[in-house]
């Protein structure tokens, strides 16, 4: 909508507007107008005068949609920027040239003091040469980084290395999202050194338990087999119960090394998705 003002006809806009009248002058500005119980309308004013400055066009633009679009886009920024920095879990920005953004969690896990040590190093620059499965972690992470861009996610397991050169198991997931009109990736990654120490001390504790248990049986079957005729009724009944019971605690041994793990970023909702 745009109209024509007389500087002589409202007197009470002349101070407002003299920079209009002053001769072809343009301006922009924008309004809050309140409406009562209503959320208020936002307005763009663009004013020009004419080369002699007797008139004024004034063009109106509703432009609340745009005010409302850019608040909730504000809102969405300070949450996620709040579950950026509060996580528990290391969370790194990165494009395929490497990180662009962390939060503090991130500093902590490798050992760095500020961002500046860590911002635009690539993920190989922070992991030993070669990863446990005998691939050198270049190649390998690069795969990763492409399969999570074509893929939308990917999720693996990793070792890095800190910044005194301590190499430590993690947990990495990989979402791809759009941020800043650009196809990124968020990197939430979990130091599972705690979780690699229980499966290790879980399957010490199968050997230790399994072993003694497979020998019990492995004896009282041979007794029961080559013996059978000259062991009594009770004797036989007695290896018996050895056999079922040494059976019965290996299958207690198989439910409790099978017991879920809990707190796999796989079983949780992926950060980036919905909006690194």
């Not at 663009?46 to 063009?59: D, K, L, M, Q, V």
């Not at 003091?113 to 690069?142: A, C, I, W, Y």
């Not at 050169?165 to 990197?187: C, H, N, T």
């Amino acid at each position: 909508m745009s109209f024509l003002l007389k500087a002589r006809t409202y007197p009470s806009t002349e101070r407002s507007c003299r920079g209009y009248f002053g001769g072809g002058a343009k301006e922009t500005c924008e309004l809050a107008l309140a409406r009562k119980g209503r959320s208020p309308r936002f307005l763009r004013l663009e004013a020009s005068a004419c080369e002699t400055g007797g008139n004024c066009r004034i063009a109106m633009f509703d432009i609340t949609e745009l005010k409302q679009t850019e608040q909730t886009l504000k809102e969405n920024e300070e949450k996620f920027r709040s579950i950026f920095e509060g996580s528990n879990d290391a969370i790194m920005l990165l494009t395929e040239k490497g990180y662009f953004d962390c939060n503090a969690r991130t500093l902590e896990m490798f050992g760095m003091t500020g961002k500046d040590e860590f911002l635009f190093l690539h993920p190989f620059q922070v992991s030993p040469p070669m990863q446990p499965d005998g691939r050198d972690s270049f190649t390998s992470e690069n795969e990763k980084i492409a399969m999570a861009f074509e893929r939308g996610s990917s999720h693996f397991d990793w070792v890095h290395r800190r910044k005194n050169g301590e190499d430590f198991p993690v947990e990495v997931m990989l979402s791809a999202f759009d941020y800043q009109g650009k196809r990124v990736l968020q990197a939430t990654v979990r130091d599972i050194t705690e979780r690699k120490r229980a499966e290790q001390a879980r399957h010490k504790l199968n050997d230790d338990l399994r072993t003694p248990l497979q020998a019990i049986d492995s004896f009282s079957r041979s007794l029961l087999d080559d013996y059978q005729n000259k062991l009594d009724a009770e004797g036989q009944r007695l290896l018996k119960g050895v056999r079922d019971n040494s059976q019965k605690v290996a299958e207690l041994i198989d439910g409790m090394l099978a017991f879920p793990h809990t707190g796999h970023l796989a079983q949780q909702a992926r950060p980036g998705e919905g909006d690194k």
